[in-house]
Each structure stands twice: as structure tokens, then as C-alpha cells.
């Protein structure tokens, strides 16, 4: 227990010596405060990774997009990362695929961009037809319904999403920062840009509580599996940075090691000596498997390979139905092994 929260608990009991109850309810309030945005306990044994958005499709099923989309499945949770870029491609693939989604109830938007959010509407109305609480919730970090002011209007395609969204019934959780979401799994929320590793294409600005800045997607968020191999990082352009999500995430899970960095990590474009780093730097983390999708890049998950000391089973490009296990590892399609 912190200091802080002694301190209250102390108080209280300087108050109401005799309110025994109270004490006990004040107690278990700051606990649970405490566990949302300390280091998780809980540890998943059964953890699968499907990819149901991204370019490349590695078997006869399944549409490739600029975009990207997972499944995942820990402990008898079924939760969404990001929607696709088109309304209708994570819906088709899933079907494709022989997936079910209709007993999903939670999202996670990862950010703001239409390569990620573009589907969460077709889903949650199709879905919600054998299923009213499909979809139903979304977690999205602070920052994503920011105005982002451009030439031709609005840029934040979630600003108009939350309206159609909310009229369906569907509620959005905002997070401000880190916290269990479930037993195990972890939202980042909004991570420290620790190194400057500018992992953005965008140019345009955003409005802010602090005035209109460059927009560096300050929402930009990833979710955490604290395995029993080690943890699991899901992001779904990694905008953030992903050296900068690491090191948010080891400081958070006491130094554990990385089994598996699944999805985008936005590296298609950068240079060879950032790739390089970012691949020494998979190496001090440990990092055992990488399923690079969206955009990190073809080039880039070869080279981030050599450079961490990875091989063909344990570093490959990201297709529509690979999946991540911690059995199997990952299986690709035939396309990406």
C-alpha cells in the first residue's frame, strides 16, 4: 500500500474510531484505485492472437487493407483491437475465417486514424443484431476525440463516430492512463515519449487543453498480457514509439521479459539507423517473437529480425488469420512464412 493511502486510512480512523465499516470501505476504494494504475498480478495461461485487418493476406481467405484489426482471446476474454480501415473488411474476414464476434462486447481503439476506427460502426450495428451487447464498450485513451482542424474541415473522423456510436447504445471508456482491464491485461493509455523516436507521418495539428500543437497522437495506446512466458504487447501503429511503449511497459511489470510484440509499429519509412536501434533495443528487452504487421513494414521486420537475433519462426510479417499463441507460437500464412 502507498504511503498516501496509509495516511488516509490513518486519518479515518483518527476521525471515526468507531466507524469500522467506513474504514473498511475507504480502504478497499483506494486498493482498487491502486491495482488500476499499479503493476497487475494476474497471469494469463491461455492467450490467441488473430489478425483480422492488416496488408498482406497469406492464405486464399481474407481482403488485405491499409489497416488493422485483432481478435484477442485470454482466459475465456474476447476483446477488439481497432476496426479496420474499411467499413466492411473486419466483418468479411471474420466470417472468412469462420470467427464470431458477435459475443465480443469490448473494443479497444488504439487511436484516432480511419485505418483503425473506420469499421467499428458496421460492426457494432450488424453485430448487435444477434447480439446487443456486441461491441458495446470501447476503450480509447485521452486525447482521441480532440479536434484536429484541417483544410476541409474536421480531421477527426472520432468525433462524428462517438455521436453514431453513443446513439446505439455503445458506451466509450476514456483512460488518462494506465490500468487493468481485465485480470492480466493491461491498457498503456497514453505512454511517455521518453525517446524521441517520432513515430508519425501525420502533419497536421490538434487542438489541445494547451492550445493547437503538432500532432504526435498523443492518444496513442497499447494493450499488455502479462503471460506465463512473459508479456504480450499489442499496438496498433505504435505511434508512441515502440521502444517508448516498452520501456513504459517493463517499468509498470517489474522488468519482465517481452515474449511477443504483435501488430503495427509504424517503421515502413524510417531510416536504417532507426530500425537498427529499434532493434538493439528488442534485444535488451528480450524480445522472443514479433508478428509485424500494418505498417512496420516488410524491410523492417526482416532487419528488426537480424538485428534482435530473431529467426523465420519467431519474427515474420503479419497476414489477414495469422494467429499468436503461446503454444505455437506464431502461424502465419502460407504466404508469410
Request: net charge neutral.
Amino acid at each position: 500500500m502507498h504511503m498516501r493511502t496509509r495516511f488516509r486510512v490513518w486519518a479515518l480512523m483518527a476521525v471515526s474510531i468507531f466507524s469500522f465499516p467506513t474504514i473498511v470501505q475507504e480502504l478497499a476504494r483506494s486498493q482498487a484505485q491502486a491495482d488500476r494504475v499499479g503493476q497487475p498480478t494476474a497471469q494469463i495461461r491461455a492467450l490467441k492472437i488473430t489478425l483480422l485487418s492488416t496488408m498482406l493476406v497469406g492464405e486464399r481467405e481474407g481482403m488485405g487493407e491499409w489497416g488493422f484489426s485483432a481478435l484477442v482471446q485470454a482466459e475465456g476474454h474476447r476483446i477488439l483491437v481497432d476496426t479496420g480501415a474499411h467499413p466492411e473488411t473486419v466483418l468479411q474476414n471474420a466470417r472468412d475465417l469462420n470467427i464470431d464476434l458477435s459475443d465480443v462486447q469490448e473494443v479497444i481503439l488504439t487511436h484516432n486514424h480511419w485505418d483503425h476506427v473506420t469499421g467499428l460502426m458496421t460492426l457494432r450495428r450488424e453485430l448487435m443484431k444477434k447480439a446487443p451487447a456486441a461491441l458495446s464498450v470501447v476503450h480509447v485513451a485521452k486525447g482521441i476525440f480532440y479536434s484536429r482542424p484541417s483544410p476541409k474541415g474536421e480531421g477527426n473522423k472520432m468525433i462524428a463516430i462517438r455521436k453514431e456510436y453513443e446513439a446505439t447504445g455503445g458506451k466509450f471508456i476514456e483512460h488518462s492512463e494506465g490500468g487493468e482491464i481485465f485480470p492480466g491485461a493491461w491498457l498503456t493509455g497514453p505512454v511517455p515519449r521518453k525517446y524521441p523516436e517520432r513515430n508519425w507521418s501525420v502533419t497536421g495539428k490538434v487542438q489541445t487543453p494547451d492550445g493547437l500543437v503538432e500532432d504526435n497522437i498523443p492518444e496513442d495506446q497499447s494493450l499488455v498480457l502479462n503471460t506465463a512466458r512473459g508479456l504480450v504487447v499489442v499496438t496498433g501503429c505504435g505511434h508512441a514509439g515502440i521502444v517508448n511503449i516498452l520501456t513504459y511497459t517493463t517499468a509498470n511489470y517489474r522488468d519482465l521479459p517481452i515474449y511477443g510484440v504483435v501488430g503495427g509499429l509504424h517503421l515502413f519509412a524510417a531510416s536504417d539507423e532507426q530500425v537498427n536501434w529499434t532493434g538493439d533495443e528488442f534485444k535488451e528487452f528480450k524480445v522472443a517473437n514479433l508478428l509485424g504487421a500494418h505498417c512496420t513494414g516488410i524491410e523492417a521486420v526482416y532487419r528488426l529480425r537480424d538485428r534482435a537475433g530473431l529467426t523465420r519462426k519467431s519474427a515474420l510479417v503479419g497476414s489477414v488469420g495469422a494467429t499468436f499463441t503461446l503454444t505455437d507460437g506464431i502461424v502465419p500464412g502460407e504466404l508469410a512464412k
